[in-house]
């Protein structure tokens, strides 16, 4: 059983770079790729990207020029930073494991979610 | 991008009662299509994978079913802990879209 435990700054100002990161706890981490998926407060799921052991990505192009999602094998963590942030990016933002087979992909566990705000 | 459209966007329904919520997409996915329920203040929750794998741990009152564009969540037996708000997933293509989610409430 995989269990996900994310943290990171809730509150940032415009033009900031918010960053997240979370912990992998159980489980195989190079079994599974790694995504990060936000909410905006009221609103429904947007796919952000994911990453897998081995560090290859795939970024909704919508956000592609200002994410980067990496990986640290040793730590059994993975992080997302996104740049240049405005209040559209307030979200809770979750990340998730996600399972492939038969080129099938979904989440099957997800972390608890962080609010990031971002006021000036 | 391939657009996932829900139906109804929400509903309402007894305790006891046989539910089904509609996901289409803007083209064909083949079976790439999962479903969550989700709670508030909570993280989603898989409940179905490629279109009709049933997740380990989830009750059996939920099915999913559907190939290529038309797909259907159906709850049998509605219990209270099911009043939630379900999306739809595409995993066919990238960016994974999501359905803009189905509130299911208490009648």
């Known amino acids: 059983q995989v269990q996900l435990q994310q943290w990171g700054a809730g509150l940032l100002k415009p033009s900031e770079t918010l960053s997240l990161t979370c912990a992998v706890y159980g489980g195989s981490f190079s079994d599974y790729y790694w995504s990060w998926i936000r909410q905006p407060p009221g609103k429904g799921l947007e796919w952000i990207g994911e990453i897998n052991h081995s560090g290859r990505t795939n970024y909704n192009p919508s956000l592609k020029s200002r994410v980067t999602i990496s990986i640290d094998t040793s730590k059994k963590q993975f992080s997302l930073k996104l740049s ?3 209040a559209a990016d307030t ?3 979750y990340c998730a494991s996600t399972s492939t087979e038969h080129g099938s992909t979904w989440s099957d566990y997800w972390g608890q979610g962080t609010l990031v705000t971002v006021s000036s | 991008d391939i657009q996932m459209t829900q139906s109804p966007s929400s509903l309402s329904a007894s305790v ?3 539910v089904t919520i509609t996901c289409r997409a803007s083209q064909t996915i083949s079976s790439y299509l999962n479903w969550y329920q989700q709670k508030p203040r909570k993280a989603p929750k898989l409940l179905i994978y490629a279109a009709s794998s049933l997740q380990s741990g989830v009750p059996s009152r939920f099915s999913g079913g559907g190939s290529g ?3 259907t969540l159906t709850i049998s037996s509605l219990q ?3 009043f939630a708000t379900y999306y739809c997933q595409q995993t066919y293509s990238s960016p994974r879209t999501f359905g803009q989610g189905t509130k299911v409430e208490i009648k």
């Open chain 2, 80 to 82: 209270p802990e099911d």
């Open chain 2, 16 to 18: 006891g009662d046989t």
């Open chain 1, 91 to 93: 979200a809770v933002y």
């Open chain 1, 84 to 86: 240049s942030v405005t």
């Open chain 2, 69 to 71: 564009t038309d797909f």
